[in-house]
């Protein structure tokens, strides 16, 4: 598809439901204006790229997370490094989707990235559920979302910050938070009463491998995800928890994408990157704890 052609699908499905968005600025209502913005009712404007999203950041940010990072997160994907994690999370939703009988899915992916995970989840989902699923993902990182709606021009993707969701109350009635920041204010805002959140955080064997070999003298060689579950429990009421794990076998050059991937780089000097590349690492431990809530009843 050409960008003009991009451009076109996406504000139309952006029009199509108009009435899940909101100004980051003043909160008022939004509206597709001539196919290539979103204009609220006090003027505030927000243009579509030619590649298919809209940014919505109110004031520029910086972020550690780079053009490259989200290429090696793209590459690890392809190489079905999530897939067990996927296929879990897809089971969830459809699962969630059973019980409550809603007419649509509305999937957030709050932290999407280069986009993998929410692309794949929504063809997995409406596979099981047997429906289109509405997929919606923002990240605070431009270039992230620059690479899924390059991608993927069958979700709605925004450049946007968590803190100021440009969402309406009550949009979406499955959040999706994976191996990234949380704002549980905004996710009790953003999410339907009988909505869920689903948080997945790595567990302590999550990339041993790399711990042992990048922080041999490091605390950063142990990981416990106990602080991150307790603030969960604070905003949500936890419905379930259940941990995922197995190994992933990778060859020296995905590897390496696994390496830029992740944060755990950002500490390590490229010689001890090239250590690790050079001890011939046959399998990866992934570790998975994946929270599921919904809003507490006082809320």
Known sequence: M???????????????????FRCPVCQGALRVDDGKSLLCVNLHRFDLAK?????????????KYDRRMFDARKMINEASFFEPLLVRLSEIISRRQESVQDKEIVL?????????HLTALRKKTSSL???????????????????AARDDGLNIWCVADLAKCPFADKSFNVILNILSPSNYAEFERLLT?????????PDSEYLKELRTLLYRESERREYSNEQTVELFNRGFELLHQERLQYKVSLDPVQLEHLIYMTPLSWGAAE?????????D???ISCDFSILIGRKKENS
Do not use: F, W
């Open 51 to 63: 590649q298919g999203y809209v940014n919505m950041l109110t004031n520029p940010s910086k972020t």
């Open 108 to 116: 957030l992916d709050a932290g999407c990235g280069e986009g993998s």
């Open 2 to 20: 050409t960008r003009s052609g991009k451009l076109l699908a996406s504000a139309r499905l952006m029009e199509q439901n108009e009435a899940l």
């Open 281 to 283: 690492l046959s399998e």
């Open 271 to 279: 010689e001890q990157v090239r250590q690790v590349l050079n001890h």
């Open 193 to 201: 009463d009988d909505g869920i959140l689903i948080k997945v955080i």
């Open 129 to 147: 559920v047997k429906e289109e699923v509405l997929g919606i993902g923002i990240d605070i990182s431009k270039e992230g979302v620059q690479i």
